[in-house]
């Protein structure tokens, strides 16, 4: 009895063991990949797994890169969005408003016009290497929009590369939806008011590179600079060399490097809201629960000359 009890120990052991590190998964070349474990893993889904689940009524897949991309190739069955789509662009940058997600009953046309439906997983994918994270915003917008089975793709079009995986220059056939937005999750998203009347109690995150966040001018903004107080964390320090986001203790690691606590209030911003919705959805996924993306973001408060500035 007791070599058996010995035995259960044993077996019991070596079970929560590999629950607490991460899990080998074998894709369809018989190669085995390794998916990291976050604090919440809903937030993405692995090469592997949409590899394995092409095709299936209830995957919707969404290229966020430019049509021209698309149109070089693509992930078979995906059809191609911009995230201006779904956005109020009718302006132009600066102006009050410019790049803000459309209200809802708008969008729930627009997202009824690409088949999107609570019914549905929703895997969206950029390229992390050379784009802004794209892929991101469609996923802050849909949990914005009370989608939760929404999730960006580990690695996006350069780790789909990597892998070997299908490539397809067909188009995405597109069943319509009648999707509504009841509601937004106004806990996701921050305004330039609240923001200005929560400076110094939020902490504030710059996504944008070191030389923007210095001063430089490059999508013609009306100033340069940044928000007071606030901290640059680059988009692109989130990811490894093969695209993929960094492990949960490599990011926690940057993330406290850079003065920010779980329990903090954290507010994204970048030029136009799109590399700061993904660094949102990174942020939540390692477990800074009471994060939110800036929309507006810096095309909004540098075009207010009333709204203050640091270099």
Known sequence: MKKIYLIVVAILTVILAAGCTNTNVSNNNGETSTTEKYTNNDYIVEADWLNDNL???????????????????????AINVSWTQFANVSNKPGDKGWGVVLEPEKLS??????????????VAYSDNKNGWGEDGRIVWMLRMSNLENT?????GWQYWNVKGYEVSKEEGSIIKTDFKVES??????????????NLGKIKIVDSRDSSEYDGAVKYKEKRGGHIPQ?????????????GRIKNQEDLEKMFEA??????DTIVSYCTGGIRSAYITMVF????????????????EWAGDESLKLEK
């Open 55 to 77: 095709n299936k009524d209830d995957v919707l897949i969404l290229d966020t890169r430019s049509e021209k991309e698309y149109k070089k190739g693509h992930i078979s069955g």
């Open 109 to 122: 046309e627009k997202l009824s016009e690409i088949g999107i439906d609570d019914k549905k997983t929703i």
């Open 151 to 155: 999730k960006m793709l580990n690695g």
């Open 184 to 197: 937004f999750d106004k806990s996701l998203n921050a305004d330039t008011d609240w923001i200005n009347e």
């Open 230 to 242: 606030s901290i640059n964390i680059v988009y692109t320090d989130l990811f490894k060399e093969d």
């Open 258 to 263: 850079a003065g920010i606590n779980k329990d």
């Open 284 to 299: 939540k996924m390692t477990g800074y629960e009471k994060s939110m993306n800036y929309d507006a973001s810096f095309y």
